[in-house]
C-alpha cells in the first residue's frame, strides 16, 4: 500500500485535468456532507420547528437553548465532524489541497444548506472541525481569544469571530503553507460574513 508520501507525490505528478477533478470531487463531497443539519433533525423528531426558537440558527447554541445543553452537545460534536472526516476522508490520501476545499465546502454547505433553503447555520463549529484536521496548533490561539471575548461580551457569535481572526495570524506565524494560508484567510471570510448581522447588532448597541 503506497505510503502518505507516496500518495501526496502522486497528487503533485498528475496531470491538471487529474488535479482539477479531484478538487471538484472534494468540492462536491464536502457541500454534500456540510449541508446536513444535525440540529434541524434532531429538532424535527422532537416535533419543533427550530428556526422559531430563539435566534432560529439551526446550530447548537440554538438547540442547546431549545432542547437543554446536552442535545447542544450532541449537535456541536455532529457539526464538528461535518468540517473534520471530509479533510481527514482526503488527508488519508496524501490529497492535501482537495482536503482543504473539502473542509471550505463542508462550512459552505452547512451555512447555505439547500435543505434549508439556503438558511444554515452559522458555521463555526464545523469550521473548528476543519481546523483540527488540517492544523490542530491552530485551535490553540483560537480558543485562547474565544475565551476572553466571550468572557468580555458574554456573546458567542462575537466571541467566535474573535477567535476565527487569529486563523490567518497563527497560519503565518507557524509558517504554515500559502495553500493553508489561503485556507485560513476563506474559512475567516466566511464566518465573518455569516456573523455580519451579529457585528452590526453589537455596533449598533454600543
Known amino acids: 500500500m503506497p505510503t502518505y508520501d ?3 507525490a502522486i497528487w503533485e505528478s498528475s496531470s491538471t485535468m487529474v488535479q482539477v477533478l479531484l478538487v471538484l470531487l472534494a468540492a462536491v463531497i464536502g457541500y454534500c456532507v456540510g449541508m446536513l443539519n444535525p440540529a434541524t433533525g434532531i429538532a424535527r423528531l422532537r416535533g419543533t420547528d427550530l428556526s422559531a426558537v430563539g435566534s432560529g440558527n439551526p446550530g447548537a447554541t440554538n438547540a442547546g437553548r431549545a432542547f437543554g445543553w446536552k442535545v447542544g452537545v450532541v449537535v456541536g ?9 471530509v479533510v481527514v ?3 488519508a490520501f496524501g490529497l492535501h489541497v482537495p482536503a482543504l476545499v473539502a473542509g471550505l465546502a463542508a462550512v459552505l ?12 447555520g452559522k458555521g463555526v463549529a ?9 492544523q490542530p496548533i491552530w485551535a490553540v490561539p483560537v480558543l485562547v481569544v474565544f475565551g476572553i471575548a466571550w468572557a468580555i ?6 466571541a467566535s469571530v474573535a ?9 503565518l506565524w507557524f509558517d504554515d503553507p500559502t495553500s493553508d494560508v489561503v485556507f485560513a484567510a476563506l474559512l475567516t471570510i466566511l464566518v465573518v460574513v455569516r456573523h455580519r448581522k451579529n457585528l452590526q447588532a453589537a455596533v449598533t448597541r454600543s
Open 89 to 91: 476522508g482526503f488527508e
Open 109 to 120: 454547505g452547512h451555512v447555505t444548506s439547500p435543505l434549508l433553503r439556503g438558511k444554515g
Open 153 to 158: 461580551t458574554r456573546r458567542i457569535g462575537l
Open 77 to 85: 460534536v455532529l457539526d464538528i465532524l461535518k468540517g473534520y472526516v
Open 163 to 171: 477567535g476565527c481572526l487569529m486563523l490567518v495570524p497563527a497560519a
Open 126 to 134: 464545523t469550521s473548528f472541525g476543519a481546523i483540527l484536521a488540517v
Open 6 to 8: 507516496g500518495l501526496a
